[in-house]
C-alpha cells in the first residue's frame, strides 16, 4: 500500500540550530508532496509544496525541502530554529489517485532555548 | 483567520445525544473535507465532497452523518456516538480535487462522555 513514513514522532532542537524533519514516500512514480504545521489548537495551514520542477522548494517562516527521488524523500529543513516554531509538522503526499492526500503521522517540534 | 471556520471549537456530548458540527469556507472552494485526529495516529479522511457530491466515504460508521447543502458550507451530524469517537475534527477545503493545497480550519474538539 502507498503510505508516507515520517522518521521520529518527536524532534528537540536549541534555538539557533538546524531543524531537519523527514519524510519518505513509497512509490516510483513521483508524487505530489505537502509539508503542514499545526500549532495548538488549531488545523494544519500549509508550509509548502512541491509538484513539478525545482526540486529545492521554498516555504513559508524560513522553511524549505528538498526533492530526492533517487531517495523518495522530501526531508523538512529550516537553518536556524526559532521558539515560535514549536509545533506538529505533517508531510502529505498525493499519489495522483483521485487526488486522496496521504499523511504521515506527525512530528512533534520542540525548541529548547 | 484561516478562511475556513468550524464552529463549536468544543463540544462534549452523552453517546445518547445528537449534534452537529458545521465548516464554512470563502474561499470558492468547490472540495470540502472532514478529518478525523486522534491523539497519536496519523490524520484519518472521513468524507470528501465535491461540487456538493459526495465523492469518498473511507468506511465511516453511520453515526456520523455528513451533509453538504452548497460548495460553501459543510455539516457532521453526530448521533450514538462512542467514547472513542471523541478526537479533534478538522474540516478542510481544496480548490479541486487534484493537487489543490488543502485548508483547513481549527478543528472542533469532540469529547464524547
Known amino acids: 500500500a502507498q503510505s508516507v513514513t515520517q522518521l521520529g514522532s518527536h524532534v528537540s532542537v536549541s534555538e539557533g540550530a538546524l531543524v531537519l524533519l523527514r519524510c519518505n514516500y513509497s512509490?516510483?512514480?513521483?508524487?505530489?508532496l505537502f509539508w503542514y504545521v499545526q500549532y495548538p489548537n488549531q488545523g494544519l495551514q500549509l508550509l509548502l509544496k512541491?509538484?513539478?520542477?525545482?526540486?529545492l522548494v521554498k516555504g513559508i517562516n524560513g522553511f524549505e525541502a528538498e526533492f530526492k527521488k533517487s531517495e523518495t524523500s522530501f526531508h523538512l529543513t529550516k537553518p536556524s530554529a526559532h521558539m515560535s516554531d514549536a509545533a506538529e509538522y505533517f508531510c502529505?503526499?498525493?499519489?495522483?489517485?483521485?487526488?486522496?492526500?496521504?499523511f504521515g503521522q506527525g512530528t512533534e517540534l520542540s525548541v529548547k532555548p | 483567520e484561516t478562511g475556513v471556520t468550524q464552529t463549536p471549537r468544543h463540544l462534549v456530548m452523552g453517546m445518547t445525544n445528537k449534534k452537529s458540527l458545521k465548516c464554512e469556507q470563502h474561499?470558492?472552494?468547490?472540495?470540502m473535507y472532514w478529518y478525523k485526529q486522534s491523539a497519536k495516529k496519523p490524520l484519518e479522511l472521513m468524507f470528501v465532497?465535491?461540487?456538493?457530491?459526495?465523492?469518498e466515504n473511507n468506511s465511516v460508521p453511520s453515526r456520523f452523518s455528513p451533509e453538504c447543502p452548497n460548495s460553501s458550507h459543510l455539516f457532521l451530524h453526530l448521533h450514538t456516538l462512542q467514547p472513542e469517537d471523541s478526537a479533534l475534527y478538522l474540516c478542510?477545503?481544496?480548490?479541486?480535487?487534484?493537487?489543490?493545497?488543502?485548508?483547513f480550519g481549527n478543528g472542533t474538539r469532540l469529547t464524547v462522555t
Open positions: 465532497y465535491n461540487f456538493k457530491e459526495q465523492t
Open positions: 502529505a503526499v498525493n499519489y495522483n489517485q483521485g487526488g486522496k492526500l496521504i
Open positions: 478542510a477545503s481544496s480548490l479541486d480535487r487534484e493537487n489543490s493545497p488543502l485548508h
Open positions: 512509490s516510483s512514480v513521483p508524487p505530489y
Open positions: 474561499l470558492g472552494h468547490n472540495a
Open positions: 512541491y509538484t513539478t520542477g525545482a526540486t
